[in-house]
């Protein structure tokens, strides 16, 4: 860990390993989501900064259509359908 001086600006840059991605990164206890880096701004308080990291999985049509089927079925979120619809786009590039 580096040291950082009262009142300065630290930015936290978090790289995943390669086969894996960012879950979710969580500072002082709070979510703040799946972002590359984290600015701490003007610090005059130790922090503590979290990240959880989840294998990629490379999903197929048939994984969005049966992730949709429980969204329609009230067991899936919207948000977890559009999760594994983005993973597939990015894999058919």
Do not use: C, R
């Amino acid at each position: 860990m580096k040291p950082v001086n009262y009142g300065e600006d630290w930015i936290f840059a978090i790289t995943p390993n390669e086969g894996y991605k960012i879950a979710d990164v969580i500072i002082d206890s709070a979510l703040v989501g799946a972002v590359p880096s984290y600015v701490f701004t003007n610090v005059i308080n130790n922090h503590t900064i979290e990240t959880i990291f989840t294998a990629i999985t490379y999903s197929s049509w048939s994984d969005v259509m049966n992730k949709f089927y429980e969204y329609l079925n009230g067991t899936a979120t919207w948000f977890e359908v559009m999760s594994i619809y983005e993973e597939y786009l990015a894999n058919q590039e």
